[in-house]
């Protein structure tokens, strides 16, 4: 390196270019350093080994931080796969048990409507009567006259004065019949008069409506009648318009009072007035005409011959 002195300074002069080794002496040296390595790891050296061990614990730290980024951003995403199908499933579960929640309460009201008809359909006695079951559309709301609609009419051989019914007892009768539909009077209506009989001794009455939905009374009882809370009131057949047997209702309350000369006697209709939406309409199957006399093969058997 040159060194100069200039008013009693010394100066030390840097070349202006270092002077580097060429590409081919690079080249030349890593391939003869590759060489010699590649030499010594066939040949087992064990200094080469501890180096190997040495070094790989640095390049696995490196190769695990290299591609950590990546495992984090798939370990993520496949959270976010499996959230989104976890909510998916989710979904379609809620979806699924609303469906099964909605079909479980239409089984269990058909299971309640099937307990209804069989009740129905068993409350009948077996007497010959023919019957057809029937639907309440609409009751009217007059607090005063009972009265509802049912879904059956002439069409469906459904005349006036028909007898209704329900699982447990009479319920009333049809006043007005159209072609699909019917007016139907309940028993409690004020206009309703239904001949009956107390099962216990087998006393006739008449039990009218008062207008409320859960009172009768019973007509033209005098004071000194056989009758008592509790005795049961059934049908009498009188009449012709109902069949005979089938329950009415339950005396309630008898009030004696000496100066009247009848009974004030109230009973409770058997019948779920207010609660059912099918009724059973029944006719009374009248024993057919006998067929008329054949006419006799000879006229001479019952016209004598004239002399």
């Not at 796969?81 to 976890?86: A, F, I, N, S, V």
């Not at 129905?120 to 509802?148: C, H, Q, W």
């Not at 069949?243 to 004696?256: A, R």
């Amino acid at each position: 390196m040159p060194i100069c002195c200039t008013w009693g300074v010394f100066v030390i002069k840097q070349p202006l270019f270092l002077h580097v080794p060429s590409p081919t002496i690079k080249l030349i040296l890593f391939a003869s350093l590759s060489l010699g390595l590649m030499m010594a790891d066939h040949h087992e050296v064990e200094y080469i080994d501890t180096a190997r061990a040495q070094l790989a614990v640095p390049v696995y730290a490196l190769q695990y931080l290299v591609d950590l980024p990546g495992r984090i951003a798939e370990e993520v995403s496949s959270r976010m796969r499996d959230r989104e199908l976890l909510l998916a499933d989710s979904r379609h579960l809620r979806q699924q048990n609303l469906k099964l929640q909605a079909m479980l309460q239409k089984f269990q009201d058909l299971q309640l409507e099937n307990e209804r008809l069989r009740s129905l359909l068993d409350s009948t006695p077996n007497v010959g009567e023919r019957v057809l079951i029937a639907e309440v559309l609409a009751v009217e709301v007059d607090p005063f006259a009972r009265k509802m609609v049912i879904n059956k009419g002439t069409y469906h051989g459904v005349k006036k004065g028909q007898p209704l019914l329900d699982a447990h007892g009479v319920m009333g009768q049809v006043i007005e019949a159209t072609h699909f539909s019917s007016v139907v009077m309940l028993v409690t209506d004020p206009d309703h008069a239904l001949p009956v009989q107390i099962a216990r001794t087998g006393l006739r009455t008449i039990a009218v409506g008062l207008g409320a939905i859960n009172r009768l009374t019973l007509l033209y009882l005098p004071n000194n009648a056989d009758i008592q809370p509790g005795d049961r009131l059934i049908t009498s057949g009188i009449g012709g318009q109902f069949p005979p047997g089938y329950p009415v209702g339950e005396v309630m309350e008898v009030s004696l009072d000496i100066g009247q000369p009848y009974a004030q006697v109230q009973a409770k209709p058997s019948s779920l007035l207010e609660r059912n939406r099918e009724v059973l309409l029944v006719w009374r199957d009248e024993p057919p005409l006998p067929p008329p006399p054949a006419p006799p093969d000879d006229i001479d058997d019952i016209v004598p011959a004239q002399p």
